[in-house]
Structures are given as C-alpha cells and as structure tokens.
C-alpha cells in the first residue's frame, strides 16, 4: 500500500484550502438544505462540516492500512489487497467523472468511494464472519457524505464502488482454513474488547445522524 503517497496528496489539499477556502465555499450551498436528520451543533455549522470534511478525507490512509494488517492476519491478503488498491487509484488516479475537482472539495469524492469500498468490504466480511474487516464504523459517516456530494453524482461514485468490488471478493475467499481459524478469533473477549475502543466516525466529528426522522420524513 502507497499509503504515504496518499498522504502527501492530502496535505497538499489541506494547503489548497488554506490559501483558497473552497471547501468552505462549497460547503455553505448544501448546508441550507441538508437533510434533516443530519445533526449539527447549533453554533458553527459550517466550521463543523470543514471538520467533518477534513477528518474523512484524512482518515483514509488510516483506514486502508489497518484494513490490510488485518487481511493480512486474517489470511486472505492475495483477496483484499487488490481491492484496497482501487481504493488507492481512486485517489492516486482518480476516475474520468471527477475531472476538474480539486482540493479537500475534491478529494471528498475520491474518500467517499475509499471509505464506501471498504464498508463493502466490511459488509462481505460481516456476512461469512459475523464481525467487519475492521472496526471502525463508517456507515453514519458515509452517509453524510453521500448528502454533502449530493445526488446524483454520490450515486454514480456508488456505482464505481460496486463495479469495483463485484467478483474481487467472492465466497470461495471466505472458505480458506486460515479465514475460518481466524473467525474463531474474532470471538474472544480481547478482540471484542479493543474493538469497543473504535467509535463511530461520524460521532468523533461532531456531526451525527438521526436515522428515525430519516424514516418519518421520507
């Protein structure tokens, strides 16, 4: 994993920002008409959201290394690293449909499909594992994304995660005598212990979402 290429390109996003405030420009026309049940403090809403935004697109390096260590572990490296690695592209050569975009502004779509491929990755593993490749939870996080990028480019990136993922991670992958040893790990008390220290992406960023209004106002 080129991780610290990844790196290198998002500090050069952060500078982007501080000397242009994009971001924050293009923030302020989705957050007349977020949807309601997105959650911001009442003071700073949009300082909220440059956060949230800031955080997401940093957390990706994070997120794909610890993904891969666990792979790793888990045994199933030759699967999962080819897909982790498009998730990298995404960034490192991003898709033909994100022309033009630049800085953190741009650099939301290329993390929003990092982090959606990985919680694709996370659904697979949930499914023959009973628990995620890796704890950290981006679903909520996600989401918010999803509404910031707004419709319907959000749903063509979507589109680019499934094309990615389909026939990467099949079910033969999970059927591996070291897959099926370390499932036996995922149970112990130490492992569900640590995970508890992972907290919801989202939440550590001040934005929360309240599924329920989601539900009533749809």
């Known amino acids: 994993m080129n991780t610290p290429a990844l790196r290198e390109l998002i500090e050069r996003a952060h500078q982007h920002e501080a000397s242009t405030g994009l971001l924050a420009r293009h923030l302020e026309r989705p957050l007349s008409r977020l949807h309601p049940s997105i959650q911001l403090p009442a003071q700073d809403g949009l300082g909220v959201l440059v956060r949230f935004v800031t955080a997401y697109v940093a957390q990706v390096p994070d997120v794909l290394e610890a993904a891969y260590a666990v792979a790793r572990e888990a045994g199933i490296e030759a699967q999962v690293k080819p897909v982790l690695k498009v998730a990298e592209q995404f960034f490192l050569q991003p898709p033909a449909l994100m022309a ?119």
């Open 100 to 218: 033009g975009h630049e800085g953190l502004d741009g650099l939301l779509d290329e993390a929003y499909l990092a982090h959606r491929l990985v919680e694709e990755v996370n659904d697979r593993y949930i499914t023959h594992l009973g628990q995620p490749l890796i704890p950290l939870d981006t679903t909520v996080a996600n989401l918010i994304a999803h509404q910031l990028i707004g419709e319907p480019f959000a749903n063509q990136l979507d589109e680019a995660v499934h094309h990615a993922v389909d026939g990467m991670l099949g079910d033969d992958a999970f059927a591996q005598d070291s897959v099926l040893a370390y499932r036996e790990r995922l149970a112990s008390p130490q492992t569900e212990a640590a995970w508890k220290r992972w907290p919801c992406l989202s939440r550590q960023l001040g934005v929360d979402l309240r599924l329920d209004e989601s539900r009533a106002a749809s």
